[in-house]
């Protein structure tokens, strides 16, 4: 499975972006879909997870702000980011996995500046 994200720009602060990410295949054996992100000089963190059975997760840095939500039919995971802040700045990641499989896509870079 490939997974291609999408959706990324420059956004003024307090502004809204969506992210999506398209799977090659299905992704409903994928347990966990997830976004990561990573920014200049640092580590790569989780932003959200979604469970296979639509149960989310979100880093306290995003909670209120960002959605994530899955469509196994389609196979496709979206970040929906509102309010966003220069410190959410950085290069976005999506991600599927199960106990056997582990797939990344390339990032999107989402500039948060005025």
Known sequence: V??????GGLVQPGGSLRLSCAASGSISSLVIMAWYRQA??????????ITVGGTSNYADSVKGRFT???DNAKNTVSLQMNSLKPEDTAVYYCRGWNAAYDYWGQGTQVTVSS
């Open 40 to 49: 200049p000089g640092k580590q790569r963190e989780s932003v959200a997870t």
């Open 68 to 70: 994530i939500a899955r």
């Open 2 to 7: 490939q997974l291609q994200a999408s959706g």
